[in-house]
Nanobody, 121 residues
Framework: QVQLTESGGGLVQAGGSLRLSCIVS????????MAWFRQAPGKEREFVAA????????NHADSVKGRFTISRYNANNTVALQMNSLKPEDTAIYYC??????????????WGQGTQVTVSS
């Protein structure tokens, strides 16, 4: 059974930081690209960042470039998203996903339940 479990969300003031983690089980983690997406109320799911199977390449959305960093630790089946200089518009449910490297949700077949990030102004 494939499971992706996010943690680390919460309430933070604008300018603050959070670190999201996602632990993956039930699939050969190092064979899958990983990504983070987010969805704000009333909006479509949005690409945030992706990382290749080995971690050698990453891709970040323009809206988070320079503030967010995706990383992965294949030894313990974990992908992380370090979020700095948070803005109120970063408020959303954040999802991790496993699949093929890219920006489209359609590239990813396994998803977590999501973790809420709320940034107050």
């Amino acid at each position: 059974q494939v499971q992706l479990t996010e943690s680390g969300g919460g309430l933070v003031q604008a300018g603050g930081s959070l670190r999201l983690s996602c632990i993956v089980s039930g699939l050969p983690f190092s064979n899958y690209a990983m990504a983070w997406f987010r969805q704000a109320p009333g909006k479509e799911r949005e690409f945030v960042a992706a990382i290749t199977e080995s971690g050698s390449n990453t891709n970040h959305a323009d809206s988070v470039k320079g503030r967010f960093t995706i990383s992965r630790y294949n030894a313990n089946n974990t992908v992380a998203l370090q979020m700095n200089s948070l803005k109120p518009e970063d408020t959303a449910i954040y999802y991790c996903a496993a699949g093929a490297f890219g920006r489209s949700p359609g590239n990813f077949g396994a998803w977590g339940q999501g973790t809420q990030v709320t940034v107050s102004s």
